[in-house]
């Protein structure tokens, strides 16, 4: 069937009322290899929006036999987790490239002559991913279509992108590598924004919140100003010692001096540095520095936090609205599909989606087993029966759920003794006696990691904790022999605690023989010696510690410990999209960090010990505290100097340093990346927490007891279903009227 011809109509027998003539006949109504042909093709249009109503994908797209092989090739794993590959590796070519960070400090004192690339190397890694990327904006136009690529602002972009990029390199090879700026370095990271449909929708909600946070930032800057000027009029000292004076010296000379400084009390950095020489002078002046935290860092700042969550929930939810509208259009198109083929019979039930049909389709959808079993369960209940519209809908509901997983029957043994033996071994309290082993555990080491603090390794005595080992490790292994016994192996491997028990307990038996086997039994004055880093026996103490998160079982028994627990569960799976925001923010400053300032930070002179003398830098400075790590003269030394900015804690040691060794324009960059990353986006994560820790608290009072029917819905986890109790479920003729107006596919009702 070519692609412009409609999907089977609902004319059968001649009884179509507009459509056009010569379509396939429906299956039940056989009239030759036309049908089957057609019949196939839409079984196979099924399953491509099913699987587009999974992932939330588009259905605009080409629907022809040819396209939809090509399609699902596309959006196979193999294929996805390739061009990951390959955006991830093009990502990473910014630790390779000039300035390449492959030294092991990033100290300017100490850092040896890094190795550089030869011209070319990472050059042709870069040119086969961006050859790679040309292949992938192919498939894309061509599965949309040149019409819907037109529309697609981000399928233009990527090819702007595309276009700017193999310029620059082409650049780059004529001048033998040695340009000044590459321009596609600050473009990589669009490469892992088009590839997220998620990170796209956070994007546009970050754009559509900007407008709010923009007002409340105004109202920061306002009185950021009001507050400096007062405090320049304020601190116009008379006498050279007067406090005032040493206050306008230290923090109010100018005005950048004085913006700068008060900046930095917004975040409270240098608070009460910056108020000591006037509040020394006379106690009154406080009352200027607490007015302007109170109103600057606990109300402005906090208001901003409140409207960023206010209002990016505000979107958020108008996207995952936008999310649920295309996740039940594509299993209504799914449906009005299969519901063509089944239409050539006459059935008492009705019309609608036979569920023989179905089940075909499901076979080949791509899905994980378990959600896909549930389903195919379900369908076989209706014995053959017709599936209505909304029975079709609810069905796919279980994509939205957790399967929860039945372990393996527990052997059955003919003894009562070992009847008895498995009850006790197979008890929760057997657990509990667990439990309380590994704390004992933990607290002897602790206890002699504390008193040996102060012995020098030479002098230690590890007899005692030497024996104490062997002992743990040897109850260790029997626990894990007898929930075996008691479990099963496959009933033991099917809980992840018992795979991590497990795993953890032979680590420590292989350490603890080679332990033995090296060093002997332990006897008084054992002192296992130290070889290279860390001894076999620092290694073994190091596995003990592991032992700490067996207490991570406890977790679902506690309600309150399990509401936040479950919030961090469902945070690190939806932190994807805004841990791709943070990726690709970080990328560009990097990037623009090492072209406006590397080489800046040099090493101070007669520098050649490792304890280099500081005592004549002004205290609290770049050099007298030694920050010469922090730098950008290498990708992975940005990163890091961002990531101390981002945390706020003398940064304004930064801002000072480069203001001094570059210039007072430094600061513009450091005040964005703060704006961007400890304003914006951090309080974009902490609207993420509440909403995820608001969402289970609200769910606390709802949960049923443990002993629930097996018909009970599993729990709902998707972060599109946070939002379940004010989503508005679309309507039929909204569905319809939005499947008319697909460019490539025409039903006829």
């Known amino acids: 069937m070519a692609e412009s011809d409609p999907l089977l109509s609902r004319a059968r027998g001649g009884s179509g009322r507009d459509c056009p003539p010569g379509l396939p006949a429906s299956r039940s109504v056989p009239v030759g290899p036309g049908a089957v042909a057609g019949q196939d093709l839409c079984f196979d249009q099924a399953v491509v929006f099913i699987e587009d109503a999974i992932q939330y994908r588009s259905i605009h797209h080409r ?44 100290d300017v004192r100490y850092r040896t002559a890094p190795w550089d690339p030869p011209c070319g190397l990472t050059e042709s890694v870069e040119v086969l991913c961006l050859l790679v990327f040309v292949a992938d904006l192919s498939v ?18 990527y090819l702007v992108v595309l276009v700017v990029s193999l310029v620059d390199w082409l650049v780059s090879l004529s001048l033998v590598c040695q340009e000044s700026l590459r321009v596609r370095r600050l473009l990589r990271p669009f490469f892992l924004l088009q590839n997220s449909s998620m990170m796209k929708k956070t994007l546009k909600c970050i754009r559509w919140s900007l407008p709010e946070m923009a007002s409340v930032v105004l109202l920061l800057v306002l009185h950021l100003c009001v507050f400096t000027m007062f405090g320049m009029l304020l601190f116009t000292g008379e006498k050279q010692d007067d406090g005032q004076d040493r206050e306008r010296l230290t923090y109010f000379r100018n005005l950048p001096e004085s913006l700068t400084s008060l900046l930095v009390l917004l975040t409270t950095a240098n608070n009460p540095d910056v108020m000591v020489p006037a509040y020394s002078k006379n106690r009154a002046y406080a009352i200027f520095f607490i007015l302007f935290t109170l109103i600057g860092s606990l109300f402005l700042m906090n208001l901003l936090t409140a409207i960023i969550y206010n209002q990016f929930r505000g979107y958020l939810l108008k996207s995952v609205q936008a999310s649920l509208f295309r996740k039940r259009l594509g299993i209504r198109a799914a449906y009005e599909v299969l519901y063509t083929t089944a239409e050539g019979e006459t059935h008492a039930q009705g019309v609608g989606v036979k569920a023989q049909d179905l089940l075909q389709v499901l076979q080949k959808v791509q899905v994980d087993s378990p959600h896909k079993q549930a389903i195919m369960e379900k369908v076989c209940s209706y014995s053959g029966g017709l599936l209505s519209a909304d029975e079709f809908q609810k069905l796919f509901n279980e994509f939205d759920k957790t399967v929860t997983k039945e372990h393996p029957p527990q052997p059955e043994y003919l003894s009562p003794f070992l009847r008895t033996a498995q009850f006790l071994f197979g008890h929760r309290y057997f657990d509990y006696l667990g439990n309380f082993i590994v704390l004992a555990n933990l607290v002897s080491i602790c206890v002699f990691l504390v008193a040996d603090a102060d012995i020098l390794p030479q002098y230690r005595d590890d007899f005692v904790l030497g024996i104490l080992n062997c002992v743990f490790i040897l109850y260790y292994l029997a626990e894990m022999l007898l929930k075996v016994f008691a479990l099963g192996l496959l009933g033991y491997l099917s809980y992840p605690s018992n795979l991590f ?11 603890e023989i080679s332990t033995l086997a090296v060093y002997r039994f332990p006897h008084p004055g054992w002192k296992p010696e130290m070889q290279g880093l860390l001894s076999l026996w620092d290694m073994l103490r190091l596995a003990n510690m592991l032992i700490v998160f067996r207490f991570l079982r406890i977790i679902p028994s506690m309600k309150l410990m399990a509401v936040v627990a479950s919030t961090i569960l469902g945070l690190i799976r939806n932190m994807r999209a805004f841990g791709g925001i943070l990726v690709v923010v970080y990328y560009v400053f990097a990037i623009i960090g090492i072209n406006l300032f590397r080489g800046v930070i040099v090493s101070p002179p007669g520098n050649s010990s490792l304890a280099p003398d500081n005592v004549s830098a002004p205290c609290g400075s770049y050099e007298q505290l030694e920050y010469y790590a922090n730098n950008f003269d290498d990708f992975a030394a940005a990163l890091v100097t961002l990531w101390n900015v981002m945390v706020v804690n003398n940064w304004q040691v930064f801002l000072d340093a480069y203001g001094r060794y570059s210039g007072p324009w430094s600061k513009i960059y450091f005040v964005l990346w703060w704006l961007v990353s400890s304003v914006i986006w951090v309080n974009l994560f902490l609207a993420l927490i509440l909403e995820n820790f608001l969402h289970k608290w609200d769910r606390r009072g709802h949960v049923q007891p443990l002993s629930r029917s097996l018909d009970t819905s599993p729990e709902i986890t998707t972060m599109d279903l946070l939002f379940r109790e004010v989503l508005e479920e679309p309507t039929e003729e909204e569905l319809m009227e939005k499947l008319k107006h697909h460019h490539h596919l025409q039903l006829c009702r």
């Open 501 to 511: 028990d497990g795993l953890l307990t032979i680590i420590l038996l292989v350490l």
């Open 140 to 157: 894309k136009t061509y599965l949309v279509g040149w019409a819907q690529f037109r529309k697609s602002l981000w399928l233009l972009a």
């Open 63 to 106: 629907m022809d036999a040819r396209s939809m092989w090509l399609y699902r090739r596309y959006y196979s794993h193999a294929c996805q987790w390739i061009l990951s590959c390959i955006i991830c590796l093009i990502l990473a070519l910014a630790f390779v490239e000039i300035p390449s960070s492959f030294t092991s400090t990033a």
